[in-house]
């Protein structure tokens, strides 16, 4: 501690001198005193890379909420830092990937089921094709929300570990 209070002495005195700049200066004070989160503008809450990556791909979850939210939420966490830090953009891409796809998928196993419930209104008796439409429609949408719940939490992981991770099943649509 006395080691690090003796180097910051000798900074400010070479500040003085004008030997080495305020922002040298500022930027060594910060190495030594262990802020590792220095606050760059748009750096949100004050997080660190990691823990906004985190945050990034857990915003998913918040179109239990409302499903559109399962979208936005990660499109403005993007949008807000991708040009700040790489990390950020990189994760950010991912998961919106992510969310489309899941769209995308979505949208196909209710397209397989709406046939068969659209003879609903009509007959209410069980039928074949109504019983088959919705199983084969169900399971699929079923299967599709544990894999996505399962790729949300493994890319947060990942992301807080400083590691980036392309969702496998995620259309590119925006990439680098």
């Not at 262990?34 to 004050?46: E, K, Q, W």
């Not at 399962?150 to 400083?162: E, H, R, T």
Request: aromatic content about 12%.
């Amino acid at each position: 501690m006395k080691h690090n209070l003796d180097y910051l002495i000798k900074l400010d005195d070479l500040v003085k001198k004008g030997i080495i700049t305020e922002d040298e200066f500022n930027c060594e004070k910060d190495k030594i005193l262990g802020d590792s989160m220095t606050r760059r503008p748009g750096n949100l809450f004050g997080l660190n890379e990691n823990t906004y990556c985190f945050l990034l791909h857990i915003a998913v979850f918040l179109g239990i909420v409302h499903i559109l939210l399962a979208l936005v939420a990660p499109v403005v966490l993007w949008t807000l830092n991708r040009q700040t830090s790489q990390l950020v953009d990189e994760h950010g891409r991912n998961v919106v990937n992510w969310v489309l796809s899941f769209f995308i998928y979505a949208t196909i196993c209710f397209v397989v089921i709406f046939p068969g419930i659209s003879h609903l209104p009509m007959n209410i008796s069980p039928n074949f094709n109504l019983l088959t439409s919705l199983y084969s429609g169900l399971f699929p949408i079923t299967i599709l929300l544990l894999i996505s719940i399962m790729f949300v939490f493994i890319g947060g992981l990942k992301a807080s570990n400083g590691q980036i991770w392309k969702y496998p099943l995620a259309i590119p649509f925006f990439k680098r």
